[in-house]
């Protein structure tokens, strides 16, 4: 075998504590190596040009490019060892930059370490083996997980663009918190009137198959090629019969025995319900918890004022499987529940705060509900304990947001804008009513953001103090809110009517579980790991699976539609083409050392170890061995290092390359 | 052996994806720990195989230092909770095949931390400097030689190239 081996200066990057010459000059005489040059810049055109020429001149069938990190230019060095006819795989990059010459100060031991890191390379290229990238086919056909406003826009960018979705929401209706939201910052809008629209598009879109009270129980398969397998729970309701009349639910006597979540505890539901008045489909559920039928066998009411006959009781929750090529996962957020101390110990709860103890001191949520139009007090500022319209009003922020000793470091940043938001909208109803905002620091990047909470300070007077919360209490009906004006160095103390805390932003309760059904990475709050966090911000680790919204980190509207639409894009080019090219890094078996222990099948985080039978001449099976699907596998090598026989094979990181480096050292 | 002119020699191995990356970070950023440590590449801690280790002190290295992902950070999934089972076994072990434990370092290095990278060769080459070079690996080579003379000469093979080159 004859290598080359090309040793770049970078400039003065790895010249200046590596003496390149020198190391070009040491591997001359090394075995294998046909050529050896120097160069300032490998990756130019004329570096790129000396690398072909020398190929073609000297007949070489691998090459060693000692230069930056593999991660900046293997890429490059790849292509140009193709352009000149040999395997891109028979290129191996030794790093002489970023892990030795701006590394290390002294020219000796630099310029040493980098002739043993070529000498390693040079060993490992010696038994690497020409590789084809590997073609894998595509379902054209994208689940969106999550109906929320990022679900929406995903499912309808990718629509849109002539593929098939499938939209998978657990609750009865797509529109998620966007649809509970009363107005938007910063510019005021009704969410429900610019949200709505959107869900009808949904509903109506040819290309778009809707699966809501449903929920993703399993994922198999790889990129271009998940088998997807939903769980559509039963609402007992025939969907194809229902015309959303409502009458069964204006008959159902249960009223108040469930609350209604939509609202966020702060009214009942019947048994029968739709969550909201524009809910998608527009299809009762009958909660079997509280329904009177499904507890004592009697009543029946709602079977009987169904002209339409679409009460069904006896309906069973029905399982699908769908092919898939791509996922979008926009599962979203939900809101720290800071009563909630005793059931997860993850997060230390506000007892101080009396939250669930005084029913005037609400979340940020139940706040939005109260302000909406279409909210439990038909918009009228109301507190939830007797109806009175509050005269002072408190906001807290960062409510366990940025606190670690509650578990969440991180901030939450909608808070800051949505409080102001809120209080401003408080103003607007209650004219001669007092609001007063706590915070820790005013956050408001973006676009007309900070302009938004001045407005709320200097035009709507809303009272912001800079200092943190201690105590809130209940004296004479009042709420005695006692805090610290940290500007002004004083305890102050205000006597409100109601309290309305912005608590953080957390992951929805399932994330981690479903994180696992698909396989992809999340953090230790629950929220799923983008594959970079810079450059791929969009794409999970797992190929094939994208994020979008809150499920990735606390994002407001505007980000969470951006991120959806570049979730969808990233979809679209990916089922643009018929066929997926991907890197040949893959685990292969030598199906005569196999003993067949399947530890392998144990191991791999991808499942992509199957059975295989292996038979004779005759047709009879007479062992069975691991068989690597190729497209399912992403290279980790876990296998490799598992397997007692060692018959498993990482290519291009196989055993005997690396034991090549080890001895190379 | 002079204490003084002993170098220690050290073999990282890394994963691609959190440590050879956080390693390139430690480059960008141009901070500075010892020339001993020579890194190489693997997919996944999870990918690399005790025997990799034993080979590497067989031929003469001092230290080991094998660095993935943070748990659950793992580019792989679930790849460096593999790594980290097997190397808590491993590790048990080492005293027993007559390597001191403190030879054998692992560390969780994001792509993030170039910092922490350039902290954890600088102390590990502090380590392995205050344990003096690692002796016990003409014994096992000899051992080797006797057990595996065709595998021993593959090796020599190569061996014999560097002594060539270098010297």
């Given at each position: 075998m004859k290598i080359g081996v090309f040793i770049c200066h970078c400039g003065e990057n790895i010249s200046s504590t590596v003496d390149c010459p020198r190391v070009a000059k040491i591997c001359e005489s090394y075995p294998g190596v046909e050529y050896s040059v120097d160069y300032k810049y490998m990756c130019s055109d004329p570096g790129q040009n000396l690398i072909r020429e020398a190929i073609q001149l000297y007949k070489l069938d691998a090459i060693v490019i000692g230069s930056c990190s593999p991660h900046m230019h293997e890429r490059t060095f790849r292509n140009a060892a193709f352009s000149a006819g040999i395997n891109?795989?028979?290129?191996?990059?030794?790093?002489?930059?970023?892990?030795?010459?701006?590394?290390?100060?002294?020219?000796?031991?630099?310029?040493?370490?980098?002739?043993?890191?070529?000498?390693?390379?040079?060993?490992?290229?010696?038994?690497?083996?020409?590789?084809?990238?590997?073609?894998?086919?595509?379902?054209?056909?994208?689940?969106?997980?999550?109906?929320?406003?990022?679900?929406?826009?995903?499912?309808?960018?990718?629509?849109?663009?002539?593929?098939?979705?499938?939209?998978?929401?657990?609750?009865?209706?797509?529109?998620?918190?966007?649809?509970?939201?009363?107005?938007?910052?910063?510019?005021?809008?009704?969410?429900?009137?610019?949200?709505?629209?959107?869900?009808?598009?949904?509903?109506?879109?040819?290309?778009?198959k809707l699966l809501t009270y449903s929920e993703v129980v399993k994922v198999e398969g790889f990129i271009g090629n998940f088998k997807v397998t939903i769980k559509k729970k039963a609402r007992h309701i025939n969907e194809?019969?229902?015309?959303?009349?409502?009458?069964?639910?204006?008959?159902?006597?249960?009223?108040?025995k469930a609350y209604n979540s939509f609202e966020?505890?702060?009214a009942f539901r019947s048994a029968v319900y739709i969550p909201f008045s524009q809910a998608i489909p527009n299809i009762p559920v009958i909660d079997e918890t509280v329904c009177t039928y499904f507890q004592t066998g009697k009543c029946g009411m709602c079977l009987k004022v169904c002209d339409r006959g679409a009460i069904n009781f006896d309906q069973k929750d029905t399982v699908m499987v769908a092919d898939i090529g791509a996922i979008i996962v926009a599962t979203g957020y939900k809101l720290y529940d800071i009563e909630r101390k005793s059931a997860d110990l993850k997060y230390k709860g506000y007892g101080e705060y009396g939250y669930g103890k005084y029913r005037d001191v609400i979340d940020g949520l139940q706040f939005e509900r109260i302000a909406s139009a279409s909210g439990p007090t038909s918009g009228e500022m109301k507190r939830p304990s007797d109806g009175k319209e509050p005269k002072k009003i408190v906001f807290i922020q960062c409510v366990g947001s940025r606190d670690d000793s509650k578990g969440i470091s991180y901030c939450s940043k909608i808070c800051c804008m949505y409080t102001a938001k809120q209080a401003m909208l408080y103003r607007h109803k209650v004219h001669d009513g007092e609001a007063y905002v706590f915070y820790m620091d005013i956050r408001a990047g973006g676009k007309m953001y900070?302009?938004?909470?001045?407005?709320?300070?200097?035009?709507?007077?809303?009272?912001?103090?800079?200092?943190?919360?201690?105590?809130?209490?209940?004296?004479?009906?009042?709420?005695?809110?006692?805090?610290?004006?940290?500007?002004?160095?004083?305890?102050?103390?205000?006597?409100?009517?109601?309290?309305?805390?912005?608590?953080?932003m957390i992951p929805q309760d399932n994330a981690p579980a479903l994180a696992r059904t698909i396989g992809i990475p999340y953090d230790k709050y629950g929220f799923?790991?983008?594959?970079?966090?810079?450059?791929?911000?969009?794409?999970?680790?797992?190929?094939?699976?994208?994020?979008?919204?809150?499920?990735?980190?606390?994002?407001?509207?505007?980000?969470?539609?951006?991120?959806?639409s570049a979730a969808a894009c990233k979809t679209i080019i990916l089922l643009s083409s018929d066929t997926l090219e991907r890197e040949p890094v893959v685990a292969k078996v030598n199906e005569d050392l196999c003993a067949g222990c399947f530890y392998c099948q144990?191991?791999?985080?991808?499942?992509?170890?199957?059975?295989?039978?292996?038979?004779?001449?005759?047709?009879i099976v007479y062992k069975e061995v691991a068989f690597i699907n190729q497209g399912v596998c992403q290279g980790c090598g876990t296998c490799t290092a598992t397997c007692l026989s060692k018959s498993i094979e990482l290519s291009g990181f196989n055993n005997e390359e690396i034991f090549a480096e080890i001895a190379a050292l | 052996m002079d204490n003084q002119k002993w170098e220690p020699k050290i073999v990282a191995f890394v994963c691609n994806w959190c440590t050879y990356t956080g390693a390139d970070l430690a480059g960008t950023s141009r901070m500075k720990y010892p020339a001993n440590t020579k890194m190489i590449r693997v997919m996944c801690s999870?990918?690399?195989?005790?025997?990799?280790?034993?080979?590497?002190?067989?031929?003469?290295?001092?230290?080991?230092?094998?660095?993935?992902?943070?748990?659950?950070?793992?580019?792989?999934?679930?790849?460096?909770?593999?790594?980290?089972?097997?190397?808590?076994?491993f590790h048990e072990l080492l005293d027993f095949i007559g390597i001191e434990k403190g030879r054998l370092q692992f560390s969780w290095i994001s792509a993030s931390e170039g910092k922490k990278f350039a902290d954890v060769v600088s102390k590990v080459t502090k380590d392995i400097k205050a344990m003096g070079p690692f002796t016990n690996y003409q014994k096992m080579n000899s051992e080797f030689t006797a057990l595996f003379p065709e595998e021993a000469n593959a090796d020599s093979e190569i061996i014999n190239q560097i002594k060539e080159t270098v010297l």
């Open positions: 891109p795989f028979m290129v191996e990059i030794a790093n002489l930059r970023e892990h030795c010459s701006w590394v290390h100060d002294d020219i000796e031991s630099s310029t040493l370490k980098a002739i043993e890191l070529v000498r390693m390379a040079i060993e490992k290229v010696k038994r690497d083996k020409p590789l084809s990238k590997i073609n894998v086919p595509v379902t054209k056909r994208v689940l969106v997980i999550g109906g929320g406003i990022a679900g929406i826009q995903a499912a309808l960018d990718v629509a849109n663009a002539g593929y098939e979705v499938v939209l998978v929401e657990k609750e009865p209706s797509i529109g998620g918190h966007m649809s509970q939201l009363s107005e938007t910052f910063p510019t005021l809008d009704c969410s429900q009137c610019i949200l709505t629209p959107r869900m009808v598009e949904v509903h109506q879109h040819p290309k778009i194809d019969l229902c015309s959303g009349c409502g009458m069964c639910i204006s008959k159902c006597p249960i009223k108040k966020e505890d702060l900070e302009e938004f909470v001045r407005r709320a300070i200097e035009e709507d007077k809303v009272k912001y103090i800079r200092g943190r919360v201690s105590r809130i209490y209940e004296e004479n009906g009042k709420y005695i809110v006692k805090g610290e004006d940290t500007i002004a160095g004083m305890p102050v103390e205000i006597d409100a009517d109601m309290v309305v805390l912005a608590t953080a799923f790991n983008e594959s970079h966090p810079k450059l791929k911000p969009v794409e999970s680790t797992t190929a094939g699976v994208f994020l979008a919204g809150a499920c990735q980190s606390p994002k407001d509207i505007p980000e969470s539609v951006a991120m959806a144990k191991v791999c985080p991808f499942g992509a170890v199957e059975v295989k039978d292996v038979k004779d001449i005759n047709g | 999870g990918s690399v195989d005790p025997v990799f280790i034993l080979k590497a002190f067989e031929r003469g290295a001092d230290g080991i230092l094998v660095s993935g992902c943070h748990p659950n950070d793992c580019h792989y999934n679930a790849g460096n909770f593999h790594a980290r089972r097997r190397w808590d076994f």
